[in-house]
């Protein structure tokens, strides 16, 4: 027995110092991990060279129902349906809802918890049970009990913790101003394409009209004898296609309704009681002399990528607390008692309090593994950031240039439609008089029809593009707001 006891001692060492290596050898630490992200400053994207010639003005910045700018009142009250009844902004709310539960949940989780307990059970007892050893006897235990806990934030980790889910939150609620600005200017093109799908109706429905004419006075000259069969046929050919231009109009007409009231939220009879949309009015080519500085805090996208950039800082710092020590108390008090009338008497109380202190000394990796994801969340939330801050500059930038050189555009296809129109009434009094060229009335009808369509294109292209400066000016959102959270500075995008 003594030689058991002496090859146990003997081997006890060696292991104690091996566990005590392991431990120091694997104790949590936090050293070597940090952050790669860094956040772009608006000032070092150039673009001078692309705005220059731009008109500039402090009060450039779009108004917060900019879509009024447009012309017509109909459009403002179908923006504001979107905006009321739309699937987008319930989803856009519940999104909100949802990150500020979750801040709720982690602020009441630095909170102390305190519960009460109340039983009672009664039982029959068996003869092993009874301390009597008679068995047959019935007992009651009735309880009452309190329970405190508090886990002590020594370093800040649950506040920090909080910190990042109201961050989170707080970028909801302006990614549900962002949504509700998309949608408005999602509505404001589905509007214009409604329009210009009017348009291009009328187009074919007055191609139409042309070539029916064309297709009358052709009969009359093959009864005449003055043209042959086979340029009447071909007359024919092209009133049939003139006719299939217009069902196929016909069709895009429907189709822009459906897509508007789907975007409104409503069936697709609600836009068969829509007027027709006026002529919508560009918007004047002008930038905000504050470009791009304030850029940062009027485009809703920006300002939301920023708020996850600091959550994403405060989750690290969250993290990394969970290195230290830490510090729990505890406290319980209450009665128990078998016999009623002694529940409250002095012997059937009780109480403990429990302090308890935890030091993380291994733990396989998992704290740092959990640090290193944090970390590498922040890289992309600056890289989120980054990627919105340079897409926001070239998305106003792309606009001003094609805004600045499609006015000259229209004007130079205007001029060739009145010129390319003139000429077909001209070719048109003399083929129906009887000495004009088939084949030249039939190419300049043709030529006419194309130019028609390609200046409403490019009309309809300017008031899209109006359109979209406005929503990447930030459609007229300001964090600043009563109700809304303001950006958080740039430099607190550096950590």
Same mark, same amino acid.
């Given at each position: 027995?003594?030689?058991?006891?002496?090859?146990?001692? &003997?081997? #006890?060492?060696?292991?104690?110092?091996?566990?005590? &290596?392991?431990?120091? &050898?694997?104790?949590?630490?936090?050293?070597?991990l940090n952050t790669e992200g860094v956040a772009l400053d608006a000032k070092s994207l150039r673009a001078e060279n692309s705005l220059q010639g731009v008109n500039l003005s402090p009060a450039a910045w779009p108004a917060?129902?900019?879509?009024?700018s447009l012309g017509d009142p109909q459009l403002d009250s179908l923006i504001n349906e979107a905006l009321r009844d739309s699937p987008d902004m319930q989803v856009a709310a519940a999104r909100t809802h949802q990150a500020n539960a979750q801040a709720y949940g982690a602020d009441a989780a630095r909170m102390p918890t305190v519960d009460a307990d109340a039983s009672i059970s009664r039982s029959r007892l068996d003869r092993e049970q009874d301390p009597t050893g008679q068995g047959g006897r019935y007992g009651t235990v009735r309880s009452l009990s309190a329970v405190f806990n508090y886990n002590v934030d020594l370093w800040g980790g649950q506040r920090a913790t909080w910190e990042a889910a109201l961050g989170q939150a707080r970028a909801a609620q302006i990614d549900q101003q962002a949504a509700q600005l998309t949608l408005a200017a999602d509505v404001a093109r589905a509007y214009s394409d409604l329009g210009q799908a009017y348009i291009v109706r009328d187009?074919?429905?007055?191609?139409?009209?042309?070539?029916? /004419?064309?297709?009358?006075?052709?009969? #009359? #000259?093959?009864?005449?004898?003055i043209d042959s069969e086979?340029?009447? /046929? /071909?007359?024919?050919?092209?009133?049939?296609?003139s006719q299939e231009s217009l069902v196929d109009a016909e069709k895009r007409l429907r189709t822009a309704k459906i897509q508007l009231a789907v975007l409104m939220g409503k069936g697709p009879d609600r836009t068969n009681e829509l007027s027709r949309p006026e002529v919508l009015k560009p918007a004047v080519v002008a930038l905000p002399s504050s470009l791009p500085a304030e850029l940062l805090g009027r485009r809703p996208d920006l300002v939301a990528a920023r708020w996850r950039v600091e959550a994403a800082s405060k989750d690290i710092v969250a993290s990394k607390t969970n290195f230290y020590p830490n510090l729990n108390l505890s406290a319980s008090a209450g009665v128990e008692s078998l016999l009623g009338d002694a529940m409250f008497g002095s012997a059937s109380r009780f109480f403990n309090v429990a302090p308890t202190i935890s030091l993380p000394l291994f733990d396989g990796g998992r704290r740092r593994a959990d640090l290193d994801a944090r970390d590498a969340d922040y890289d992309l939330a600056v890289a989120q950031y980054n990627k919105s801050l340079v897409r926001a500059l070239g998305d106003v930038s792309d606009n001003i240039s094609q805004l600045r050189s499609i006015s000259a555009q229209i004007d130079a296809r205007q001029h060739a439609t009145d010129v390319i129109k003139q000429s077909y009434g001209t070719g048109a009094q003399r083929y129906a008089s009887g000495i004009g060229n088939y084949v030249d009335v039939l190419t300049i009808?043709?030529?006419?029809?194309?130019?028609?369509?390609?200046? &409403?294109?490019?009309?309809?292209?300017?008031?899209?593009?109006?359109?979209?400066?406005?929503?990447?000016?930030?459609g007229g959102f300001a964090p600043s707001a009563p109700g809304e959270s303001a950006a958080p500075s740039t430099a607190s995008l550096t950590k």
């Open positions: 027995m003594n030689t058991f006891h002496r090859h146990t001692s &003997a081997l #006890r060492t060696p292991l104690s110092v091996i566990m005590v &290596a392991l431990m120091l &050898a694997g104790c949590a630490s936090s050293s070597g917060r129902d900019w879509w009024k187009l074919a429905d007055e191609d139409l009209k042309r070539t029916t /004419q064309m297709l009358e006075l052709g009969r #009359r #000259r093959l009864t005449s004898g086979y340029q009447y /046929q /071909q007359t024919e050919s092209l009133a049939a296609g009808e043709q030529q006419l029809l194309q130019s028609q369509r390609q200046l &409403a294109d490019l009309n309809a292209e300017r008031i899209d593009l109006s359109i979209q400066l406005m929503q990447a000016l930030g």
